[in-house]
């Protein structure tokens, strides 16, 4: 390539050609904004120049503001309006001689007074760079796919996998999802009838993030959100065929999906069936509230029904709002999991999950942008059918990093097993509770997490925590009794935790952002 004498940095040029019009006539409310006229991608050489282009920017309801991002970073200085309902914009870029062979990435915001805002990207390719321009994800994937690592994919709003399907993710792909809360956040589902083959390597693993994070094709990190910038975009749902135990019938609509959605139905007989693959899979800045009252929420990854012909292993949950990973039902096996401060619970057990979680790592925080539940929050079985199903739950830390959060709960009948798990960090030493539940008129003990300790259908091996506390709901009852015959079977012992934190090394944040 031609090298030319280093020029310097030219400027972006605002003009403005705006018909203005009083509050009153700016048109319907909310009409949203438009950005036109800037190309998704350009090319130019090694200290060449770009531009003049001018962009139109279109809001009904009239413009407040404007502003560009260079590579994640504030470009020119930020343009406010009065309310005028068209302005343009004319961008000039003279690339510098650090440019050479790169992409760079420009962002154009423009709001409206109402508040909304739309963004447009433009990739400009220096030297011999290739770029292809971002992928939008959006509705049904009924036909087979295979998502590239070598561009950016996005996903807006409920993205399903569907009609015998099956979704490809190349090793180091990078998936964003577009911002959005409730209803309204982007979400990767796989339905009952669809597959997933999404296998990463420790090298370049497969990375969803949000929109928001500037991270680009080839890298594994950004560098401009932390822990506490989480409920960025939604999460990644699983659903399969195998027996789940709901409050009624064999299957059941999963959260964070509209009951109008029928593909959100999860559940069946198959205990081996086989939805694919999620191997070596980091997801980032997630999860958010669909009902807060009903405690419906959009979790790191949910898994409901899956079997154990799917294959999960290698996963990362990293500052979720909710739950990092929740089972509903389901007998798939899981080894490999890391979860780094949510805001819920970091492992969380459902409708007599039967499968098995190995060489686990969790870490809960206090902070109020975390304020993490339980690091393990178990139930057992919901209704008659399939209620035989336990859980193994092995090999695994739980720490806290400022003493805050909760070291588990079992309750609802929690049913299975706990081995080699390892609580520390926790302010006052880490409280494993056991709830007790009780018949209204004499308090005899009912069926639930303590009931099942004490038949030995809920076992603990080779734990080591602070305490144990036994408590109930049943009002007028007392649990002291119960609360001695429960410190007589768990006790604490020295224990292991993970049997091998190094295979989150190099690749999960965690890890590349110095916290492990």
Avoid at 28 to 56: C, K, M, S
Avoid at 492 to 498: I, N, Q, V
Wanted: proline share 3%; charged share 20%; glycine share 12%.
């Amino acid at each position: 390539m031609k090298k030319f004498k280093l020029f310097t940095l030219l400027f972006v040029a605002i003009g403005f050609g705006f018909t203005a019009c009083d509050d009153d006539d700016s048109g319907e409310p909310d009409a949203g904004v438009t950005i036109t006229g800037i190309p998704a991608t350009a090319e130019i050489e090694n200290l060449g120049t770009l531009g003049p282009v001018t962009a139109t920017l279109t809001a009904p309801d009239g413009l407040a503001s404007f502003s560009i991002t260079k590579d994640g970073a504030a470009f020119g200085e930020k343009v406010t309006y009065d309310g005028e309902t068209t302005a343009t914009v004319d961008f000039t870029y003279t690339a510098t001689e650090e440019d050479e062979d790169n992409n760079i990435v420009f962002v154009f915001t423009a709001t409206d007074v109402d508040g909304d805002e739309e963004s447009f990207t433009h990739v400009l390719s220096v030297g011999e760079a290739v770029f292809f321009p971002n992928e939008v994800l959006s509705g049904l994937i009924t036909e087979d796919i295979t998502l590239t690592n070598d561009r950016i994919w996005e996903l807006a709003g409920r993205v399903i996998v569907t009609g015998e399907a099956t979704l490809e993710i190349e090793p180091g792909t990078i998936i964003k999802g577009r911002t959005g809360t409730g209803t309204n956040a982007s979400v990767l589902m796989i339905a009952r009838d669809g597959m997933i083959d999404a296998v990463g390597t420790a090298e370049n693993p497969i990375i969803f993030t949000t929109v928001e994070d500037n991270i680009q094709v080839g890298q594994l990190r950004g560098n401009n959100l932390t822990v506490d910038d989480r409920e960025l975009w939604g999460g990644v749902v699983i659903l399969g065929n195998a027996p789940i135990s709901p409050n009624a019938g064999t299957t059941a609509q999963i959260e964070g999906v509209p009951p109008s959605e029928s593909l959100g139905q999860y559940g069946g007989d198959n205990a081996a069936d086989n939805r694919g693959n999620f191997q070596f899979v980091s997801l980032r800045h997630g999860g958010t509230t669909i009902d807060p009252v009903a405690g419906n929420d959009i979790n790191g990854l949910t898994l409901g029904g899956v079997g154990t012909g799917t294959t999960i292993s290698d996963i990362e949950i990293f500052a979720n709002f909710d739950d990092g990973v929740e089972f509903f039902g389901g007998t798939v096996n899981v080894s490999n999991v890391l979860v780094y401060t949510v805001g819920d619970d970091a492992i969380d057990i459902d409708q007599a999950y039967a499968g098995t979680v190995d060489n686990f790592l969790v870490f809960t925080s206090g902070k109020d942008a975390a304020d993490s539940d339980e690091g393990l929050e178990i139930d057992g079985p919901e209704g008659a059918a399939n209620s035989g199903g336990k859980f193994t739950v092995q090999n695994g830390t739980i720490t806290s990093i400022d003493g805050g959060g909760s070291a588990a709960d079992f309750k609802s009948s929690a049913q299975g097993t706990v081995k080699n798990v390892k609580w520390s960090g926790f302010t006052g030493g880490a409280t494993i509770q056991i709830r007790a539940s009780y018949t209204a008129d004499d308090c005899e003990r009912r069926i639930d997490a303590l009931a099942n300790l004490l038949s030995e259908d809920l076992v603990f091996e080779t734990v080591e925590f602070g305490a144990i506390s036994v408590y109930t709901s049943s009002a007028g009852c007392t649990t002291t009794d119960d609360q001695t015959a429960a410190e007589g079977i768990i006790t604490s012992e020295t224990a292991t935790g993970a049997s091998d934190a190094t295979v989150f090394n190099g690749w999960t944040l965690a890890s590349l952002s110095d916290l492990l």
